[in-house]
T-cell receptor
Framework: SQQGEEDPQALSIQEGENATMNCSYKTSINNLQWYRQNSGRGLVHLILIRSNEREKHSGRLRVTLDTSKKSSSLLITASRAADTASYFCATDAGSGGYNKLIFGAGTRLAVHP | DVKVTQSSRYLVKRTGEKVFLECVQDMDHENMFWYRQDPGLGLRLIYFSYDVKMKEKGDIPEGYSVSREKKERFSLILESASTNQTSMYLC???????????FGPGTRLLVL
């Protein structure tokens, strides 16, 4: 089964609104990453949060991590039409230097002008 | 900037054909990965390679093989394509010891 599971599966908002996506996972992790995928394209790394961090910011992105609940959230503030994409969380739980990422199924975000 | 390229954006093959998907990265990354992406399932790891001539099975290696003869190139091989291998295939690379993976644009494969 998947390590990371995003919620909601789909989100539709108006430009200027905030978008919040959640990710839950099952096992202990070294870090959790968020990626974006524009329609039919490859994934682009957005932000990484380590297991000893609780919150991280990058521009309009804010990520939180609650290791006790094994969950993370991605907040996009003041959304734009260009933010329309699928967003994936990926957990890194490896050891010994052979770290693999396990991806969730993603949240499809639609931002309407 | 890291650039990961994949040989084809779209590919149509027939059942039973041998299919080669090529991935090339230009940043001297040691680690390379092949994923398939299906609706509702996210990305699933097929194979990965930590360095030249090294390969490790991922979560769904059945029906696939890989080749890593040169550091910059990682090939995914479907020995005998089947319709259930119709999918989007994504290649990624990563510098050893780093966490971020860099993805190619993907190859959408249709097996008829």
């Amino acid at each position: 089964s998947q390590q990371g599971e995003e919620d909601p599966q789909a989100l539709s908002i108006q430009e200027g609104e905030n978008a919040t996506m959640n990710c839950s996972y099952k096992t202990s992790i070294n870090n959790l990453q968020w990626y974006r995928q524009n329609s039919g394209r490859g994934l682009v790394h957005l932000i990484l949060i380590r297991s000893n961090e609780r919150e991280k910011h990058s521009g309009r992105l804010r990520v939180t991590l609650d290791t006790s609940k094994k969950s993370s959230s991605l907040l996009i503030t003041a959304s734009r039409a260009a933010d329309t994409a699928s967003y994936f969380c990926a957990t890194d739980a490896g050891s010994g230097g052979y770290n693999k990422l396990i991806f969730g199924a993603g949240t499809r975000l639609a931002v309407h002008p | 900037d890291v650039k990961v390229t994949q040989s084809s954006r779209y590919l149509v093959k027939r059942t039973g054909e041998k299919v080669f998907l090529e991935c090339v990265q230009d940043m001297d990354h040691e680690n390379m990965f092949w994923y398939r992406q299906d609706p509702g399932l996210g990305l699933r790891l097929i194979y990965f390679s930590y360095d030249v001539k090294m390969k490790e099975k991922g979560d769904i290696p059945e029906g696939y093989s890989v080749s890593r003869e040169k550091k910059e190139r990682f090939s995914l091989i479907l020995e005998s394509a089947s319709t259930n291998q119709t999918s989007m295939y994504l290649c990624a690379s990563r510098l050893a010891g780093q966490e971020t993976q860099y993805f190619g644009p993907g190859t959408r494969l249709l097996v008829l």
